[in-house]
């Protein structure tokens, strides 16, 4: 399989994907024990001091999750259906981290389900991921702002607590963040998507990157050279050989393989 013909693999237009019955949130995630694993730290951006008072720290992902569907701190919550909490594996070495639930999120409860949920896990498993194992999936804000509307810094500000708590109790090796609000609530960064998409930084001991949203992707459907599509496959074969050195393992991510 070549290079173009293993991209194709997540080449998907907003018309090609079927909305279907939504899981209900309810039970979406099974509870698993928290863990703390040492980091090795190697890479090029100094960390950010990013913590939660012990104080406010929750025990487990279920008490963040309980604390968080009853949550009323913020504009958001009169105008939600759900708290979109987490979908995913709590025990995977790599957290993804979006901007904010849409409508289909909002109504089942789970983050990146839509459109463009489909396309992140399609993208996921073109290099081999499995999305029921590999990954933990949140976002920056847990209810969804009206119209889809980017969320306000007092919405990410407040969101921020159970975001820095996800990260801890999960405890990943490697953070992908998707899109320009999640990359401003972790690193702080100021500059474009566009210009840092596809770096690795260390934060708080972690590798993270940020990447293009799916969302952009449905709307720029080229796979030419230089296209975000390209500088996507570029950037997830660019993850998967991270993790599968941080993993010890001893397969290479090359333009030919077939996962």
């Avoid at 963040?64 to 949550?71: D, I, K, Q, S, T």
């Avoid at 073109?126 to 009206?146: A, L, M």
């Avoid at 998409?197 to 230089?226: A, C, D, K, T």
Wanted: aromatic fraction near 6%; glycine fraction near 6%.
């Amino acid at each position: 399989m070549t290079d173009k013909e293993q991209m194709s693999l997540f080449d998907i237009t907003p018309s090609e994907i079927p909305l279907v019955e939504l899981p209900h949130a309810e039970g979406a995630a099974e509870a698993l024990p928290a863990k703390k694993t040492a980091r090795s730290s190697k890479n090029i951006s100094p960390a950010i001091s990013n913590t939660v008072p012990v104080s406010e720290q929750f025990a487990s992902l279920d008490a963040l999750r309980e604390v968080a569907c009853n949550c009323q701190k913020c504009p958001l919550a009169p105008t939600r259906t759900n708290v979109v909490v987490e979908r995913g594996d709590r025990n995977a070495k790599i957290m993804i981290i979006g901007e904010a639930p849409g409508e289909q999120e909002d109504l089942s409860g789970l983050p990146f389900v839509g459109k463009s949920g489909q396309l992140l896990d399609k993208i996921l498993e073109s290099v081999g991921f499995d999305i029921t194992k590999d990954v933990y999936v949140c976002n920056t804000v847990k209810c969804r702002p009206p119209n889809n509307r980017v969320p306000t810094p007092v919405e990410t500000n407040t969101c921020k607590p159970y975001l820095l708590e996800q990260i801890r109790l999960i405890d990943p090796k490697i953070i992908l963040l998707t899109g320009a609000t999640s990359l401003k609530s972790i690193l702080a960064e100021k500059l474009a998507i566009t210009k840092v998409r596809g770096q690795w930084y260390e934060w708080e001991g972690r590798l993270v990157m940020p990447i293009f949203h799916p969302s952009y992707l449905l709307r720029n459907q080229s796979r030419e050279q230089g296209s975000p599509k390209w500088l996507t496959w570029q950037d997830v074969k660019a993850i998967k050989a991270k993790y599968l050195e941080l993993m010890g393992a001893d397969s290479v991510v090359g333009d030919d393989e077939e996962f």
